[in-house]
């Protein structure tokens, strides 16, 4: 019997390679271990492009790594067994990679040990490994092949026979050195020793002569860098912003979308960075010309909501980066919206997976561009990171109606005016197509127009039809008091 999962729930996808979540693993504390090793590095990491280096990398020696487009995991060793863990509790275990890795903890003599890196994809045809090219051969494999491409490159030992050394860099990487010098599918990752002009040269080498995703520095004195070019993408401008107080008449930042292959318009963020003080006093301008309804509302960092536009603008931004998981290993959900020509007028569908974007920059306005997905497509970014669910239309996912279970009135009259208490039960329906929805909702309003604030709402919810049936009684209880008379 497996001493970290029960093999029971993992799935058969290739020969001895299996995966699945982390219910099946024995130890539960090793996903919230895997999730808060990924927030350190997030928290820590401080991303940068080749002109902020230049300009912001403080002198000093540092540790420069070769960045792998790959999948943050911890690979845990236990009694002889190995398997890899994401922080979205991904869990896999079997493939050689696993299996290279229990033969050299076995050969020096290592007991238990929890190692963080890069789970990636060696392709065949030599070329720079992308993460989509681990999600298709880790998820769903069509081969041996696929199984036998997995690997593991290792920068951080959280766990080695009881003793940490992620925050000792030095030892970290002898001591990886040593015990993977054999390693092929599992194995350090290439680092240099050098100072600030070296971590220049080296991310120049990487990106522009090998093709590779950039540099990662890191240094016992100054942290964590992550190095990577700006990326070019063109998205559809959906709403604007404008300042306030002393910036009024200025446009504050511009709501930007992605457009799925159907048409529909996936919000990829906000772009407040990298116009001229002209540039914002003409964008808002002419964008104020473009006002559309909506039903959808967004807000900015301000807390002044967007006013929507009709779609037709495409804008070029620049970013240092576009992630798709949360520091939890969670997709990233944003709202899709619809364009209703007949109503010149906007409508929120649901959130879906999509990227969060680092750094925008506006660039220009792509005039010669339409909005549409050959134009300002999530293929754009899509080609940079994984994103769940990319292909689903946007009728398909429309969520489904919610159905009344229950409703109970009561009123009362006080000083010649009617009081009206409503409590309501629904049954969602969305809990099985979307993670943000409960399963039951329970609602109360309270009427009094003696009150300064008339109206007022209490909502709860809930997963369990048997709590919520109980909530109900309480509150029924509570609320329909002597003097309330049921309608």
């Known amino acids: ?11 058969a996808k290739c020969g001895s390679y299996r995966a699945g979540k982390a219910a099946a693993l024995r130890d539960v504390n090793l996903l919230q271990l895997a999730r808060m090793r990924r927030r350190q590095i997030s928290q820590l990491m401080v991303p940068l492009d080749l002109e902020s280096v230049q300009r912001k990398l403080p002198a000093g020696k540092y540790f420069i790594s070769r960045k792998i487009d790959g999948e943050f995991s911890c690979l845990v ?27 050299l903890f076995k050969k020096a003599g290592v007991r238990q040990a929890i190692l963080g ?3 990636y994809v060696r392709r065949s045809d030599g070329k720079r490994t992308r993460v989509h090219d681990l999600m298709r051969a880790a ?3 069509q081969s041996q092949a696929d199984v036998d491409s997995l690997a593991f490159a290792i920068f951080a030992i959280y766990d080695l026979d009881g003793e940490d050394l992620s925050s000792k860099p030095a030892e970290s990487l002898a001591k990886t050195r040593t015990l993977f010098a054999d390693g092929k599918r599992v194995h350090p990752i290439d680092t240099v ?8 040269a080296r991310f120049r080498q990487w990106t522009e002569n090998e093709n590779e995703e950039g540099a990662v520095a890191l240094s016992a004195q100054f942290g964590w860098f992550k190095i990577k070019p700006r990326h070019s993408i063109d998205l559809a401008v959906v709403g604007f912003s404008e300042g306030i107080e002393d910036r009024t008449g200025m446009l504050h930042s511009l709501l930007v979308a992605a457009v799925r292959d159907d048409g529909a318009f996936h919000l990829a963020g906000r772009v407040g960075g990298g116009y001229s003080d002209e540039e914002r006093v003409s964008l808002l301008a002419e964008l104020k010309a473009m006002e559309a309804k909506s039903s959808f509302v967004e807000v900015n960092s301000d807390k002044v909501a967007y006013k929507m536009l009709k779609p037709g603008l495409v804008m070029e931004i620049s970013c240092l980066d576009v992630i798709s998981i949360t520091t939890d290993g969670l997709p990233i959900q944003r709202m899709v919206l619809e364009w209703n020509a007949g109503t010149s007028s906007w409508a929120g569908v649901r959130r879906l997976p999509l990227v969060s974007i680092i750094s925008p920059q506006f660039v220009r306005l792509r005039r010669d561009k339409e909005a549409t997905a050959d134009s300002a497509g999530l293929v754009q970014l899509t080609k940079i990171t994984e994103i769940p669910d990319a292909e689903i239309q946007a009728a398909d996912a429309v969520l489904p109606k919610a159905e009344l279970l229950r409703r109970a009135v009561a009123a009362k009259e006080f000083k010649g005016k009617t009081m009206v208490r409503k409590l309501l039960m629904w049954k969602t329906n969305k809990e ?24 007022e709402r209490e909502i709860c919810v809930s997963s369990s039809l048997e709590q919520i049936e109980a909530l109900w009684e309480a509150w029924q209880t509570e609320y329909f008091v002597k003097g309330w008379v049921t309608q």
Do not use: C, W
């Open 1 to 11: 019997m497996s001493e970290l999962v029960n093999t029971e729930m993992l799935i």
């Open 77 to 103: 060793y236990r009694d002889g067994e190995v398997l890899t863990l994401n922080p979205g509790g991904s869990v896999r275990m079997g493939a050689p990679v696993h299996d290279e890795a229990v033969k």
């Open 117 to 119: 890196g890069e789970l």
């Open 139 to 141: 998820r769903a494999p």
């Open 193 to 200: 020793e050098g100072d600030e002009k070296e971590v220049i």
């Open 432 to 455: 099985q197509v979307s993670s943000e929805h409960p399963a039951y909702a329970l609602m109360v309003t309270d009427f009094s127009p003696n009150r300064k604030t008339p109206l």
